[in-house]
Structure formats: C-alpha cells, structure tokens
Nanobody, 123 residues
Framework: VQLQASGGGLVQAGGSLRLSCAASGRTSRSYSMGWFRQTPGKEREFVAAIGWIGGTTSYADSAKGRFTVSRDNAKNTVFLEMNSLIPEDTAVYYC?????????????????WGQGTQVTVSS
C-alpha cells in the first residue's frame, strides 16, 4: 500500500488549505484513514480520522470546528479541509491507513504512512 499526500503550502493566518491523500495498492475493503502532524522536536500527534463509512469521524480538540476530514472511496482518497489556520498549525502533516474499519486516534493503529506534506502558517 502506498499513500501520497499533497496540498501543503504556505498560508497566512486565517487562511485555508485542503490536503489530499491518495491510497494505492492492495488495501482492505473497508479501511480507515487518519491525519497526523509533527513539528521538530515534538512527537507526532493525531489530527483527524475517518472510517470507511464517511459519517464516522474523530478529531483532536485542536482541530474541532476548524478542520473537516472527508473521503472519496471511489478514488481511494481522503481529504483534510483546514480553515481558520493559525501559526500553531504549522507542521508536517502525514496521512495514514488502518486496514480495519475502526476509527483510531493512536499512531500504533496505523499500518501505512504517507511521506508527509509541509503546512506553514504565517502570522
């Protein structure tokens, strides 16, 4: 399984970005996907996750009300819409895939990881 994340970039505080993550290869029939982020010197942290059925989602407190995770199962792609961005959102964002249909927030639950995409929010 390969994951290709894209959509990162430089944005001013208050702006928006939409990240995408396309999965390819032999995935399970009903997998879940998550988004995590990491800044230098800090541990990778959970941002959002979505189950196979798109109505099941989970968000970190820092993402609630500002970020929206969604997916297009026909295209094996998950999205992270990020609004009202703040400088503290600056990080490398990673997408991850869990072969189960359960929405997880723990890093250890995800078997496959994308390469990461940089998001920089200027003040």
């Amino acid at each position: 399984v390969q994951l290709q994340a894209s959509g990162g970039g430089l944005v001013q505080a208050g702006g928006s970005l939409r990240l995408s993550c396309a999965a390819s290869g032999r995935t399970s029939r009903s997998y879940s996907m998550g988004w995590f982020r990491q800044t230098p010197g800090k541990e990778r942290e959970f941002v959002a996750a979505i189950g196979w059925i798109g109505g099941t989602t989970s968000y970190a407190d820092s993402a609630k009300g500002r970020f929206t995770v969604s997916r297009d199962n026909a295209k094996n792609t998950v999205f992270l819409e990020m609004n009202s961005l703040i400088p503290e959102d600056t990080a490398v964002y990673y997408c991850a895939l869990d072969m189960s249909a359960v929405v997880h927030t723990m890093i250890s639950a995800y078997e496959y990881w994308g390469q990461g995409t940089q998001v920089t929010v200027s003040s």
